[in-house]
């Protein structure tokens, strides 16, 4: 089972910045889909954009123009670049990671936006 690493979370004010990163160790296997998810209190995990090992990407529509993805295929790194961040995208935001055999999580990363 692949182990996903966080970081890069934190608090911001409204309309700054923050880049999230996730590394995945502990397989030999390519990872052939990655992204993020988040959770706010109260509301169900949400999928907020995701890359493929061809570098394909897709976004939910809250977050498009404002969060970039993009993924290191060497390291096994996704990073999440939020800009123009809004008080709506605060959440615990969780990187995942699948590969042929296994569908993994990462721990959260908490990012709290001010207004």
């Known amino acids: 089972q692949p182990q996903l690493v966080e970081s890069g979370g934190g608090l911001v004010q409204a309309g700054g910045s923050l880049r999230l990163s996730c590394a995945v160790s502990g397989t030999r296997l390519s990872i052939n889909f990655m992204g993020w998810y988040r959770q706010a209190p109260g509301k169900l995990r949400e999928l907020v954009a995701s890359v493929t090992s061809g570098g394909s990407t897709n976004y939910s529509d809250s977050v498009k123009g404002r969060f970039t993805i993009s993924r290191d295929n060497a390291k096994n790194t996704v990073y999440l670049q939020m800009n123009s961040l809004k008080p709506e995208d605060t959440a615990v935001y969780y990187c995942?990671?699948?590969?042929?055999?296994?569908?993994?999580w990462g721990q959260g990363t908490q990012v709290t936006v001010s207004s």
């Open positions: 995942f990671a699948r590969n042929a055999v296994a569908f993994s």
